[in-house]
């Protein structure tokens, strides 16, 4: 038998056109997104002009068809965009993976026609920004128990209720939000919405001081009778929950390519300054000490891209993936954690002021084991698929 090699494609078996996104991104994070990276999170600013740049691009709705505005890529290809921005900032990649995996997906997922050619091209185009409105006071790992609500009043819906820690809240144009429609029916009574920041009866409330990712903006939102047609319902009535649960299984893909842009990123700055670095005479590189952290987290990360990447060939070959999205994520982000935590060790005193990058990937990885489902309510998605 005669072995053959693909050789158009590379070691985590990408494609040319793959590849060439992750080149594309690649440079565009280094020119254009490290250097801002570090005044981004000093002053919590949100980098408008990154996102500008990226929209001129053509990669904010990298994953949609191109008829609605998109990029036309498949989904690991997006991942590894986010992949590729998390490694000099995770504060972007948040912000762009909440753009694209809790709007712009959800909404070519279950939108119809109508919503789909309203919204989709400014939102995949990168004209507007979007947010996804879930997490309530109340309402965090138990997505079920949401408060908003939304009462029928002749033909039209009126909102009220309050939503917090929602990323790009306070720069988005559009915006999705679930809301309980019929309150005796548990998470069958749960719909979603979409509907333009000018609506009346939406505010925004206060803005979020965070521990890291600080150049991702968090808010409020908030419904004081917020009055919207019946057009406004995404998808069906009372499938909310479901529709949220599915955008979530996509979403964890890409906070796993986020976590693993960042331990990614952790470990290139751990192995510039450990060869950098002279104590006793030589490099700290050679002091089996460091050799050893390095070998734990070059180790680490590469489990990780082969689950992320993996996850998003499932979603990709339309199988389920709800498992492997979970395990992606779980994996990718107390990678990371433990990926930052010893870049910073490796940079000793260094690593814990502000002079190196380290520290602020150390703040940016632990929301990766936070959003979107935490390391906990991942073990409990991981758990029922075994079990089953």
Known sequence: MTLTIDVSQDKWGLNEQQRMIRDMVQDFAVRNVEPRSAEVDRNSRF??????EMAEMGIMGLPIPEQYGGGGADYLSYAIAVEELARVCGSTALSYAAHTSLICIPLYMFGSEEQK????PDLASGK?????????????SDAGGTETNAILDGKDWVLNGTKIFITNANYAKTFIATAVTEKDKGTAGISAFIFDKETPGFSLGSKDEKMGTRGSDW???????????PENMLGERG???????????SGRISIGAMALGIAQGALDKAIQYAKERKQFGRSISEFQAIQFMLA???TEIEAARHLVYNAARLKM???SFGKEAAMAKLYASEAAMRATNKAVQIHGGY????????????????????????SEIQRVVISRHILK
């Open 351 to 374: 690593g814990y002021t502000k002079d190196f990058p380290v520290e602020r990937y150390l703040r940016d990885a632990k929301l990766c084991e936070i959003g979107e489902g935490t």
């Open 47 to 52: 980098p408008e002009e990154t996102f500008k």
């Open 296 to 298: 734990d987290m070059g």
């Open 239 to 249: 499938q909310g929950f479901k529709y949220f649960m599915q955008t979530l299984d």
């Open 117 to 120: 050619m309203k919204y989709l």
């Open 128 to 140: 507007v920004l979007g947010a996804y409105g879930l997490t309530e006071p109340n309402a965090g």
């Open 317 to 319: 070959a339309g199988q």
């Open 219 to 229: 808010g409020t939102l908030q419904f004081d009778n917020m009055k919207v047609s």
